[in-house]
């Protein structure tokens, strides 16, 4: 298990043991449930329009920008605060310290180093899959970032 994800599990169950969410007042633009899971993949429908659809459960955000659709992690990569999405703006911004982003996750400005982490994915049919054991830091893996996208 890696730090992020060691993390992340320790406040979901330190939130529920005090009876609250781990996503207070970081609440998305609409919620989406999972068609199937496999072992670590998740299968979302390919978004018919440009918007972003957050899944709480796995922790994952889908946005459409264009022609091109992105899993990206719900943390931000400054300090894993849930980010939001800011539909008049078409960008993401990191509501505790109040990092920038663009549609496709790429960072603007703020107190965050890097852009937005991308989950790999795949095209099956008219499912987008996410693979939730490949999350690439713009950083460490640029080509694999870059890539880490589907053209509809």
């Known amino acids: 298990m890696g ?3 060691f993390l992340r599990d320790t406040a979901v169950a330190a939130a529920t043991l005090a009876g609250i969410s781990s996503l207070a007042g970081a609440m998305p633009v609409r919620w989406v449930s999972t068609i199937a899971t496999g072992a670590r993949e998740v299968t979302y429908a390919v978004p018919d329009a440009d918007g972003v659809s957050i ?3 796995k922790e994952v955000i889908l946005a459409r920008h264009g ?3 992105y899993a990206f992690g719900l943390s931000c990569p400054h300090q894993n605060t849930s ?3 800011q539909a008049g703006d078409h960008r993401f911004q990191c509501p505790k310290h109040k990092s ?3 549609a ?3 960072y603007i400005e703020g107190r965050a180093t890097r852009s937005m982490d991308r989950y790999a994915v795949r095209l099956d049919g008219k499912n987008i899959v996410v693979n939730l ?3 690439y830091e713009e950083d460490q893996d640029v080509a694999l970032w870059k890539g880490a996208f ?3």
């Open 67 to 69: 022609k091109n659709v």
């Open 55 to 57: 899944d709480t459960d």
């Open 150 to 152: 589907i053209a509809v």
């Open 133 to 135: 054991d490949k999350l």
């Open 83 to 85: 980010l939001k999405w």
């Open 3 to 5: 730090r992020r994800a």
């Open 104 to 106: 496709d996750g790429v």
């Open 100 to 102: 920038r982003y663009s």
